[in-house]
């Protein structure tokens, strides 16, 4: 389907941007955000508000028109490529194929500390009226909490026997997500042998779903995933990998 | 503030006996142990500073020294000034070079040499602590000639660029925009260092390093823009993590005017040991008491972690077992900025009558404490414009229950580290609310047995019965069992419990002496 943004009748595509300029508010000012937005594709576009901030910035919301359309169909996502399943269905699934409990090891690795994402996966309380994992009755959940060294997880991993490693990255800077989550990944590919690595599973906002392959890791969740989601997926990767061995 | 309550004030007194009674034991366990970061702590009051050309300071490393050689149970003052009272080196620093290098025969001074050991030691901790206390005279005479802040709460902004040099005209900026209270928040992860960087630094991660020349930078800097502005601005750092009680000897030395020390924060979110904070933590705030610094308590990080509702009472206890520690450390309470934060879910109905509820609590149970209110970060989901709306409510909050230090809410929490505009559009939603409503407390009077007392009433009983199971169980056992924040912290486990060692009888510290005996 090929559309355009919404403002209030189809097709007009309108859009709204604030920014700021490091140049005090005069009407030069105004007629430099213009040309931004205008490079931006906005045309026309007004510039609806501004307002210098101290001595040498200008904050700027402007509303414009675009003329660029979007195909929904050349979109690429990562689609949930297995059921969602209901916390009793997660339970039967793991008691009735795997015939043991399934164990989750999770952590916030490298000098994160903001154990949120993993907590609203992993702790019982959950999140959005969800319950986390620590709810379903046969998994068993080892939540190691924030600033996890690799070498730890990885040792904790093999204790725990692990069928599933999760990682949490909430707060990064010049992509730390991403180096910390090649660490680990390497760390369990050098520690386990192919068939007994634990799945590998990182969340965060910041992460894009498509680059498992690249991370060396199973399966990355973004921005507003469930402990549902995470469970359903666990056990849909977990019985197929033991149906393919 | 006159009572809007209607509290049970046999149940107010019987909570604050309880966080005694909770308490009474950790500050035994705080008496009876010291630590390597406490031990550091005072040789950078002596004078200790500097670092070797790895970057490892000589405070680090002189204590490594005596801790191989004799322990650190007797403390390392004893063998450290027992060694130059008998001329092994000219100077602290000359002598950390020495005994990184091997050369020094460090042992536990008796008789003579004791003496003249602890009238070295002595002179130079009192030195050092002058030196505080200057520093604090200072501040007295800035803010009588400046003043302090026209209005309540004062506004607390957050600066963290990872870069001292850049933090610098962000702060400067920030204060002519309105900002009271400059917090330059520190580099993710180094609560976990076990020892200080040393000097100015341009790198960190979602924050600035916490060092001394980097305290004085900005403290410079911002009596700069006091004097231009014609109020003392405040500066805010961290006093937490396994360097809590250096961090506090250097911001007293520094002159910072407000530190974050909480007494269970390290062991909750860091998982630090709990013998290893708590006996820190007494030190720290021994020093801040000294120095005229404002403690700010973390009860906000339970509400983040546990349900703002359910977890209340908690944050309640929390702030009584603050106050405890504090008293027993000197802290008055006109230093004790107790947190607390505007974290229920906006979906729960009535959220916010039950925001109003607790925090008028806290009001009512510190009246003369400046409390610290803290903004929504769970709930800002990266709607913006919802986030800025539920600011301006966390704003209306704080001026309807008389809050003292209002932390300014960012629209893009949990998107961005705060933007130039970020940080304006968000003064100008603190600045409405003040300039449209901040008188609003007085014509705020919740009826009685209304919702608001009702809710007071049953969350200060949650947290009595609370406190019942404390006593009972003792504190280490009910952080061990994962009552706070949900966190499960033993007493065996958790950084830096290598550094802890009970204190021999022939312990000698001479900070410890000259803070407790209260003379100097």
Same mark, same amino acid.
């Given at each position: ?50 307002? *210098?901030?101290?001595?040498?910035? !200008? ?9 660029? &359309? ?66 379903? %009755? ?67 906002? %910041? ?39 | ?5 209607? &509290? ?81 080196? !000219? ?13 020094? #025969? ?26 505080? #206390? ?6 007295? %005479?800035?803010?009588?000639? @400046? ?22 005209? *962000? ?14 928040? $520190? ?5 976990? @260092? ?39 601005? $405040? @500066? ?33 979110? $860091? ?47 929390? *702030? ?26 906006? #979906?729960?109905?009535?959220?916010? %009558? ?46 309807? !229950? ?50 608001? *007392? ?67």
């Amino acid at each position: 389907m090929i559309v355009r943004p919404y403002g209030d009748t189809t097709g007009d595509g309108m859009v709204q941007v604030s920014f700021t300029l490091p140049v005090p508010h005069d009407r030069r000012a105004e007629g430099a955000a213009l040309q931004l937005a205008g490079k931006m594709g906005l045309d026309p576009a007004m510039v609806v508000h501004a307002k *210098q901030m101290g001595t040498g910035f !200008t904050f700027f919301v402007v509303y414009g028109r675009v003329s660029h &359309l979007v195909d929904t169909d050349r979109v690429t996502v990562v689609e949930r490529d297995f059921p969602l399943l209901a916390a009793k269905d997660v339970n039967a699934a793991v008691r009735s194929r795997l015939r043991r409990k399934l164990v989750v090891v999770g952590a916030c690795i490298g000098t994160d500390a903001h154990t949120v994402g993993i907590d609203a996966i992993l702790n019982i309380k959950g999140v959005a009226g969800e319950k986390g994992l620590e709810y379903y %009755r046969e998994l068993r959940v080892v939540n190691l909490g924030a600033q996890v060294p690799v070498p730890d997880l990885v040792r904790a991993a093999g204790a725990e026997k692990a069928d599933a490693v999760l990682v949490s990255q909430v707060v990064t800077q010049r992509d730390a997500h991403l180096h910390n989550t090649r660490e680990m990944s390497a760390a369990f590919r050098e520690a386990f042998p192919a068939a007994r690595r634990p799945l590998l599973v990182v969340g965060g906002p %910041r992460f894009d779903e498509a680059m498992t392959g690249e991370l060396g890791v199973d399966r990355i969740f973004g921005r507003g995933t469930t402990p549902r989601e995470v469970a359903s997926y666990l056990v849909h990767a977990l019985i197929e990998r033991k149906k393919a061995a | 503030m006159t009572a809007k309550l209607a &509290l049970d004030a046999d149940q107010v007194a019987r909570a604050r006996e309880l966080a005694a009674i909770a308490g009474a034991p950790v500050v035994e366990l705080a008496r009876s142990h010291t630590t390597v970061a406490v031990e550091r702590a005072t040789l950078r009051l002596a004078g200790l500073g500097g670092a070797d050309p790895d970057g490892i300071p000589w405070v680090n490393r002189l204590v490594s020294a005596v801790v191989e050689q004799v322990g650190l149970e007797h403390g390392v003052s004893g063998p450290v000034f027992g060694a130059l009272a008998r001329g092994d080196s !000219t100077d602290l620093v000359a002598l950390a070079q020495r005994a990184a290098a091997g050369s020094v #025969d460090f042992t536990v001074p008796a008789g003579k040499a004791r003496t003249a050991a602890h009238r070295l030691g002595t002179r130079a901790v009192r030195d050092g602590l002058r030196t505080v #206390d200057r520093r604090r005279a200072e501040r007295e %005479r800035l803010v009588k000639r @400046l003043g302090d802040p026209p209005q309540r709460p004062w506004i607390y902004l957050i600066v963290a660029t990872g870069d001292i040099y850049e933090d610098i005209p *962000q702060a400067q900026a920030a204060a002519r925009a309105g900002a009271d209270v400059i917090a330059v928040i $520190r580099s993710t992860g180094q609560s976990l @260092l076990d020892y200080v960087p040393e000097g100015a630094t341009r790198e960190g991660f979602a924050g600035t390093y916490a060092t001394r020349e980097n305290f004085r930078l900005m403290r410079a800097a911002l009596d700069e823009t006091s004097k231009e502005l014609g109020r003392y601005v $405040r @500066l805010t750092n961290y006093a937490s993590g396994l360097c809590m009680p250096e961090i506090a000897a250097l911001a007293g030395l520094e002159r910072l005017d407000m530190m974050l020390n909480d007494s269970m924060y390290g062991i909750l979110f $860091r998982d630090i040991n709990p013998v290893r904070t708590f006996v820190d933590q007494r030190f720290s705030r021994q020093i801040h008491a000294r120095a005229g610094i404002i403690i700010n308590t973390g009860e906000d990080n339970y509400l983040t972690t546990a349900d703002a509702v359910e977890a209340a009472h908690t944050v309640t206890v929390s *702030q009584l077992l603050n106050e405890f520690f504090a008293h027993e450390a000197g802290l008055p309470d006109a230093q004790l900025g107790l947190g607390h934060a505007f974290e229920i879910n906006p #979906d729960v109905k009535d959220s916010f %009558r039950l925001e109003l509820a607790h925090a008028l609590l806290a009001r009512e149970l510190f009246p003369d404490a400046p409390l610290k209110w803290m903004p929504p970060t769970k709930h800002m989901t990266g709607d913006v414009f919802r986030g800025n709306l539920l600011d301006g409510f966390f704003n209306l909050a704080g001026v309807l !229950t008389g809050q003292s230090i209002l932390l300014v809410g960012m629209m893009t929490e949990a998107v961005v580290t705060p933007w130039l505009s970020d940080r304006d559009i968000a003064l100008q939603n603190v600045r409405y609310v003040l300039d449209s409503c901040g008188g609003l407390h007085e014509d705020f009077v919740p009826a009685p047995g209304g919702f608001v *007392q009702k809710r007071a009433a049953t969350v200060l009983a949650e947290a009595v019965t609370l406190l019942e199971r404390i006593t009972d169980e003792g504190l280490l056992s009910s952080i061990a069992d994962g009552t706070f924040g949900i966190m499960k912290r033993p007493p065996d486990k958790g950084r830096g419990l290598d550094g802890v060692a009970r204190r021999a009888d022939d312990f000698w510290n001479p900070a410890v002496a000259l803070l407790d005996g209260g003379a100097a």
